[in-house]
């Protein structure tokens, strides 16, 4: 016996792909925006580390945000048992110190008042002001709809280009 008919389909993901364009720079910007508005842009390593790659495997596409480590704890926080006082952190919050102005006695190095302040982490965690949390996660909240919405609409027309291509397919096979 013969098949009768044969079809083979590729969906189509050329909307899906230009939705996840389109996604990863709405989110750069609104990240970044969100950054500057809680005033987390110091050195502006955290701001410039934001990035976007669009991973197409072989049954869909991602999008995967990356950034430096301690964009997390802007984020969200670290509890007190999981800060730990090195060399590095005291080097980085001795710039942020003596940048914020810090107030220091009159002998008192920025060096020690940044371990001091690294200390109070160690004791009570580090805890961005409410204002200064949620850079990431309440972006990404806000930006839900606007998220669902494009990529809904992208894989409707994907997936009707895909049924037109598989009727089309059809009516030459006949």
Request: hydrophobic letters at 40%.
């Amino acid at each position: 016996m013969q098949p009768a008919l044969h079809l083979t389909s590729v969906i189509d993901m050329k909307n899906l792909e230009e939705a996840f364009e389109i996604l990863a720079d709405r989110l750069d910007r609104e990240l970044s925006l969100k950054l500057i508005n809680q005033d987390h842009k110091h050195t502006g390593r955290l701001l410039e580390s934001i990035e976007f790659e669009i991973i197409k495997t072989f049954n869909g596409i991602a999008l995967q945000e990356s950034h430096l480590n301690y964009g997390r704890a802007m984020d969200q926080g670290v509890p007190a048992n999981k800060v730990k006082i090195s060399a590095e952190m005291i080097n980085n919050l001795t710039r942020w110190v003596r940048f914020r102005n810090f107030k220091r006695s009159k002998n008192q190095t920025w060096k020690s008042v940044a371990f001091n302040v690294a200390k109070k982490m160690k004791r009570v965690g580090i805890n961005p002001k409410k204002t200064k949390q949620g850079w990431l996660t309440n972006t990404l909240k806000e930006q839900n709809d606007f998220i669902i919405k494009t990529l809904t609409e992208a894989a409707e027309k994907d997936i009707l280009i895909t049924i037109d291509n598989m009727i089309t397919q059809t009516k030459k096979a006949a």
